[in-house]
């Protein structure tokens, strides 16, 4: 049984995206990097990851990504207070903690996730946030979740990580827990995940709650 859920934050608990475009074209603006391609291509590219994002702007020459993704972390802590819920993800989480299950976060963004998940009023659904000061490689390669499992004496086969990208799934699978994949954009419908989801209020028959 799948008793232990474990969300990517960005596009899957927050609605962040839209902010990430906009924060992206400011750090290139304030780099006077040209954007080569329209919000839509951006959107896309960082709905892969970031490394993606980066390379659509085509500007190695100009900064380097560590650079630039070190500007864009700043950006985060600017606008943190900006970032909402998705509300079918605070209705999962309320449902899964009230049904006995145990949930949380596994993401690339700071510790600033846990001023953005008090200002949305849902930090106190998550045991444990595993942010990017622990500074494993980044997903899908599955130290960070392998470290998670060993730190709380998990079955992995107890456990299923969730996210709207396909390196959230396959970082879980990876680790050998569950991945999920929640898809509602149709984005990545040929990504080879164990479950692939349109509504994340699926998770809740998956695991059932």
Not at 75 to 86: A, D, H, N, T, V
Not at 143 to 151: E, G, H, Q, T
Request: charged share 25%; net charge negative.
């Amino acid at each position: 049984m799948i008793d232990h859920l474990i969300f990517d934050f960005d596009g899957t608990i927050s609605d962040s995206y839209s902010l990430f475009v906009r924060m992206w074209i400011e750090v290139a603006k304030n780099r006077n990097i040209p954007i080569p391609c329209d919000e839509n291509t951006l959107y896309r590219a960082l709905k892969i990851t970031g490394a993606e994002g980066y390379r659509v702007l085509h500007c190695e020459d100009l900064v380097d990504y560590d650079t630039f993704i070190d500007d864009f972390h700043h950006l985060q802590e600017k606008y943190r207070m900006e970032f909402r819920p998705f509300p079918q993800a605070v209705e999962l989480l309320r449902a899964s903690v009230k049904a006995g299950k145990k949930n949380y976060i596994y993401t690339h963004t700071g510790p600033v996730v846990k001023d953005m998940l008090a200002n949305m009023g849902i930090l106190d659904c998550f045991e444990f946030i595993l942010d990017s000061s622990y500074g494993f490689p980044l997903k899908p390669a599955p130290d960070a979740l392998l470290f998670f499992l060993d730190k709380f004496k998990l079955n992995p086969k107890s456990c299923m990580m969730i996210g709207d990208r396909p390196i959230d799934a396959h970082a879980g699978m990876n680790a050998g827990m569950y991945g999920c994949l929640w898809d509602e954009e149709n984005l990545f419908a040929d990504a080879k995940v164990d479950y692939y989801i349109k509504d994340l209020a699926d998770v809740a028959k998956i695991v059932g709650i």
